[in-house]
């Protein structure tokens, strides 16, 4: 049973290019949750789906941003015109429910660099 | 956004002491919580759940926690250079807190 996989691992994009981060959630599990890592802080949250619904968008920029969970294939967060303050770890998280007996199981996560 | 606030680091232990690590809430309706340990330019992982009042132990680690008072905290007993890393609080509605490092020093 794999874990949660996310693809790339690692990204470099221009400034004003486009970003697109995959998370396939693990076996059986229908909530994906991502998270932002800025070098030497916490986890931020950015939003919450499943499958064809954003739950919470709470925590993810309102410009360039955007997350989606198709009922087929990864989910997909999208960076429009990235900026160098894009520069991060980005996380993915699964479980098989919501988020309040469950513990989350975490991806390896993407670095995304902008040059 | 539910808040978690961690307790200031960095802390330096030596090796085979305690490592104490506090954690609160805001939310007086969290029912769950989770520590976390992430090594570092890796993923978190879970090492602690913890549901009811009082303490969990696992290994080497116990979690604490107390809904009153609204704080969770781990202890990590006979620290090993191995624990050198920052450990996550988590509670549900998907709040983090800031990380506490912890060093143990051999």
């Known amino acids: 049973n794999a874990g949660v996989m996310q693809n790339p691992r690692h990204l470099v994009r221009r400034r004003g290019q486009e970003a697109r981060l995959r998370c396939s959630p693990m076996?059986?599990?229908?909530?994906v949750y991502w998270y932002r890592q800025l070098p030497e802080e916490g986890l931020k949250f950015m939003v919450y789906?499943?499958?064809?619904?954003?739950?919470?968008e709470s925590g993810m920029p309102k410009e360039r941003f955007s997350a989606e969970f198709p009922k087929e294939g990864p989910s997909i967060l999208r960076i429009q015109q990235v900026v160098r303050g894009d520069s991060a770890a980005y996380f993915c998280?699964?479980?098989?429910?919501?988020?309040?007996?469950?513990?989350?199981?975490f991806g390896s996560g993407t670095r995304l660099t902008v040059v | 956004q539910k808040e978690v606030e961690q307790n200031s680091g960095p802390l330096s232990v030596p090796e085979g002491a305690i490592a104490s690590l506090n954690c609160t809430y805001s939310d007086r309706g969290s029912q769950s919580f989770f520590w976390y340990r992430q090594y570092s330019g890796k993923s978190p992982e879970l090492i602690m759940f913890?549901?009811?009042?009082g303490d969990k132990e696992d290994g080497r680690f116990t979690a604490q926690l107390n809904k009153a008072s609204q704080y969770v905290s781990l202890l990590i007993r006979d620290s090993q250079p191995s624990d050198s890393a920052t450990y996550l609080c988590a509670v549900p509605g998907l709040s983090f807190g800031a990380g506490t490092t912890v060093t143990v020093r051999a």
């Open positions: 913890i549901y009811s009042n």
């Open positions: 998280a699964s479980s098989p429910q919501g988020a309040n007996n469950y513990g989350y199981t």
């Open positions: 789906l499943q499958k064809e619904n954003i739950i919470d």
């Open positions: 076996k059986g599990h229908s909530h």
